[in-house]
């Protein structure tokens, strides 16, 4: 089992950078393949962007690609997303969710497929 913690968030202008972390506990971190997900108020939670546990293949969600960028420390047990360009379009809760894989090539585009999910944390772009 993992516990996954969420941090970074804030209020920022259009066009400013964030960079969310995802802290995770247990010592098989390095076999969760992970995912942010983000939140808008009255919308539903949407996938943003996949890392397998290799850290090797990404995948991203054509409303960030090019702005948003996801890695991992499996060192660290911590998973990033770095938000560049940021909109007020891209604010929302955001959450990390992981799934335990032996697969090390392998990352998850829907909600279903995760096993275990962050309080969230929250991002608010506005001018």
């Known amino acids: 089992q993992v516990q996954l913690v969420e941090s970074g968030g804030g209020l920022v202008q259009p066009g400013d950078s964030l960079r969310l972390s995802c802290a995770a506990s247990?010592?098989?971190?390095?076999?969760?393949?992970m995912g942010w997900f983000r939140q808008a108020p009255g919308k539903e939670r949407e996938f943003i962007a996949a890392?397998?546990?290799?850290?090797?293949?990404?995948y991203y969600a054509d409303s960030v690609k090019g702005r948003f960028t996801i890695s991992r420390d499996n060192a660290k047990n911590t998973v990033y997303l770095q938000m560049n360009s940021l909109k007020p379009g891209d604010t929302a809760v955001y959450y990390c969710?992981?799934?335990?894989?032996?697969?090390?090539?392998?990352?998850?585009?829907?909600?279903?497929?995760?096993?275990?999910w962050g309080q969230g944390t929250q991002v608010t772009v506005s001018s």
């Open positions: 890392i397998s546990w290799s850290g090797g293949s990404t």
């Open positions: 247990g010592r098989t971190f390095s076999s969760y393949a």
């Open positions: 969710a992981a799934r335990q894989t032996l697969y090390s090539g392998h990352y998850y585009l829907t909600e279903v497929r995760y096993d275990y």
